[in-house]
């Protein structure tokens, strides 16, 4: 019987597999409570550049982001999770995660923002690096603390020039791992993204 | 001089609305019974497509290794057993085997994967028989592993995806910290395979350091060979499990077996209700015209006459309901395949619902021969008036 039913599992694994095409926290209960220690308690809402605009905004998207939307996680019908954080009845704050190339396999850049849309921590959920651990050091991923979707306007992703605020992130690997970039985007992604659906600024 | 399909079908006229609302039920029977029929068929048929795709009939895994995928999703890849590579050589001898293909499972630890980290397999495969075995495999880019010892990786369509891959790029192992380069992503195939990571198995037994070694082996038989009597004599060799193909389809079939049941179920009530519908409203008829068929006798109408019109009446709306009701079970079909699939356990991929003439043919002569039994008593019935008593009465009793 045991065998029967992993048999089946087996081929019950595509339909498990297709149905994977947002980013979600793995592990929601946990994770909000690590990003957000004052957290009593969270919802989730879902979005898609379809529902919130549809062709515009998914150019408006690209033209802030500076690339085009590129594979099946960076279509115009992908389903967004939002976490949103109270403390008790209070919106503390929100969870939002992108999946993001990287240089080795798929980053999933998760971003805890304020109510402003301020970064209050960068989360690697999935990152495939060799320089995996220096990527997910503190002293990394704070110097993306307090930044804005306006501070990224004038950093291009591409090229990795710019100026302000972000210009001044040391890549904590060697100048050839194009990880680094690739988190960039990631956050910009991001913060575009979270503008679109809730700020709206 | 009218005929009597002329007059049958004129009196089928007269009552327009009862004639349309028995057809309506009549079809909506022959809806049922057509998708019923078409999902015995497509379901069937898909099923067998997803075992065929498997390639192989039987694999056998190390003892105590229930099958790799399923390890890996359940013991989180720590089941892992191996039988020696040279069990490749055993199996080649026996004459039933048509082709062999070697696998090689390996799971690794992913410390960057969530917060805890997680799993991530790959399955190490022959480039010359395994693609030969999935036929059905055909590639979005690129193409299989250049040779056997190649540090190459070819990803299903769904890890492609999640990956976040091309041709061209690199996957890392973790662990391991080696790099692999990805020479073809798949098309979607809709099996397990979409979401599998594939490396020659040999460049993974230099990796994994599990050198002669592999997991499973998956064993095409030729046709007409008994797969039972097989899989007994290949429990001769030492510490090894067979899985059968024909396991999972009996599973498979067992999980919807109690849905067709009452799919089946439903469908005799439709028709059990179109046969008493069809009768009800051949009554009424021969009820409202018991004066007109008594004149009718009198003028020399036949007893064989009367009982050919009432019957024929039957039969007009039967095999009108028929036509209409395939015809809604064909435009139709996608939604009750939809609607299937929602209720269903367990769907295969491929069309639940196969159409083809010949089952409408059957299935409208089913329709039809149940209509024109249900259609005997109230025919005799108005066979058997007499004239007189007819004429003197405007309404009979029956």
């Not at chain 2, 007059?7 to 057509?34: D, P």
């Not at chain 2, 018991?290 to 036949?302: R, W």
């Not at chain 2, 009446?313 to 209409?324: D, P, Q, S, V």
């Amino acid at each position: 019987m045991l065998k029967h039913l992993l048999l089946s599992l087996l081929l019950l694994l595509p339909l498990l597999l297709s149905a994977a095409t947002g980013c979600d926290l793995n592990d929601p209960d946990n994770d909000v409570k690590r990003l957000f220690p004052a957290s009593t308690g969270y919802t989730t809402l879902y979005a898609s550049l379809q529902k919130s605009g549809g062709k515009t905004a998914l150019a408006n998207v690209e033209k802030a982001l500076g690339d085009k939307f590129t594979g099946l996680y960076e279509t115009i019908d992908v389903s967004y999770t939002i976490y949103k954080i109270y403390s008790r009845k209070t919106l503390i704050g929100y969870i939002h995660g992108v999946n993001q190339k990287g240089e080795y396999g798929g980053l999933q850049v998760f971003l805890a923002l304020d109510t402003k849309g301020r970064i209050l921590k960068l989360y690697y959920q999935k990152l495939s690096s060799k320089n995996a651990a220096k990527f997910k050091a503190t002293s990394f991923t704070s110097q993306f603390t307090g930044l804005t979707r306006t501070d990224f306007a004038t950093f291009d992703i591409k090229t990795g020039k710019g100026s302000g605020k972000v210009a001044a992130i040391k890549n904590p690997a060697p100048a050839t791992d194009k990880d680094f970039l690739y988190t960039l985007r990631g956050v910009k992604k991001n913060l575009i993204l979270m503008n679109t659906f809730i700020f709206k600024q | 001089m009218p005929t009597i399909t002329g007059i049958a079908y004129k009196n089928l006229r007269r009552k327009r609305v009862r004639s349309i609302l028995t057809v309506f039920g009549i079809a909506l029977s022959t809806w049922v019974l057509v998708s019923l029929f078409g999902f015995n068929e497509g379901y069937q048929s898909s099923l067998n497509k997803d075992i065929d795709n498997l390639g192989f009939q039987v694999l056998l895994t190390a003892k105590g290794c229930p099958y790799e995928a399923a390890t890996l999703m359940l013991q989180g890849g720590k089941g892992l057993r191996y039988m020696p590579e040279n069990t490749l050589d055993s199996l080649r001898a026996n004459p039933e085997v048509e082709e062999l293909t070697p696998m090689l499972m390996q799971t690794v630890f992913d410390v960057n994967k969530g917060e805890d980290g997680g799993v991530v397999g790959y399955l190490g495969i022959d480039p010359v028989t395994y693609p030969k075995m999935k036929t059905y495999l055909t590639f979005r880019q690129g193409g299989w592993f250049q040779d056997a010892n190649a540090l190459e990786a070819v990803l299903g369509y769904e890890a492609g995806e999640l990956e976040q891959r091309e041709v061209g790029d690199k996957i890392l192992i973790p662990e391991k910290n080696v790099e692999v380069m990805v020479v073809g992503i798949l098309n979607r195939s809709g099996t397990q395979d979409d979401g599998t990571i594939f490396m020659p198995f040999k460049t993974m037994q230099n990796i994994f350091g599990v050198q002669d070694q592999l997991t499973s082996i998956g064993i095409k038989l030729k046709k007409d060979t008994d797969i039972a009597a097989y899989e007994e004599k290949l429990y001769e060799l030492e510490d090894v499990q067979v899985v059968s193909m024909a396991q999972v389809k009996n599973t498979i079939s067992s999980l919807v077996s109690t849905a067709r049941v009452m799919v089946m179920s439903i469908a005799i009530i439709a028709i059990l209700i179109a046969m008493v519908g069809v009768m009800n409203t051949i009554l009424m008829s021969v009820l409202e015209r018991y004066q007109e068929i008594g004149i009718m006798k009198s003028l020399g109408a036949a007893t064989a006459h009367i009982f050919r019109l009432i019957w024929l009446e039957t039969a007009i709306l039967c095999f009108i309901g028929g036509i209409i009701g395939s015809g809604l079970s064909i435009a139709l079909s996608k939604a009750t395949d939809a609607l299937i699939r929602y209720v269903l356990p367990y769907s295969p991929t491929g069309s639940l619902i196969r159409i083809d003439a010949p089952l409408v043919l059957r299935s409208i002569g089913i329709i039809v021969l149940i209509g024109l039994v249900s259609g005997i008593y109230p025919a005799w019935r108005a066979a058997r008036i007499k004239p007189i008593e007819a004429i003197r009465s405007s309404e009979g009793e029956l």
